[in-house]
């Protein structure tokens, strides 16, 4: 079993930035490959970013590449997602995942809570 909690949401102003931290509890973290969605009102969750469980390599959507960034600290059993340059449309629920198998985190085994991200303009 593996819980995941996330924190960092809040309300910004576009142009502004956020940090989302998603802290893991659980057995063996460091082999899971690590995830972001995110999901507003109405709409489908969607994919954000996603980090390898080496943090080898990274993916991100085309709607965010060049202002989000993931990161993991396997140490302290904690991924990241630093959000600058923050638009309107970022606002969403913002969720982490943890995949067992796929360094894309297609197919996730566990779920956050999410934590709400909303950027005024």
């Known amino acids: 079993q593996v819980q995941l909690v996330e924190s960092g949401g809040g309300l910004v102003q576009a142009g502004g930035s956020l940090r989302l931290s998603c802290a893991a509890s659980?057995?063996?973290?460091?082999?899971?490959?690590m995830g972001w969605f995110r999901q507003a009102p109405g709409k489908e969750r969607e994919f954000v970013a996603a980090?390898?469980?080496?943090?080898?390599?990274?993916y991100y959507a085309d709607s965010v590449k060049g202002r989000f960034t993931i990161s993991r600290d396997n140490a302290k059993n904690t991924v990241y997602l630093q959000m600058n340059s923050l638009k309107p449309e970022d606002t969403a629920v913002y969720y982490c995942?943890?995949?067992?198998?796929?360094?894309?985190?297609?197919?996730?085994?566990?779920w956050g809570q999410g934590t709400q991200v909303t950027v005024s303009s």
């Open positions: 659980g057995r063996t973290f460091s082999s899971y490959a």
């Open positions: 995942a943890a995949d067992t198998g796929d360094a894309r985190v297609r197919t996730p085994d566990y």
């Open positions: 980090i390898s469980w080496s943090a080898g390599s990274t």
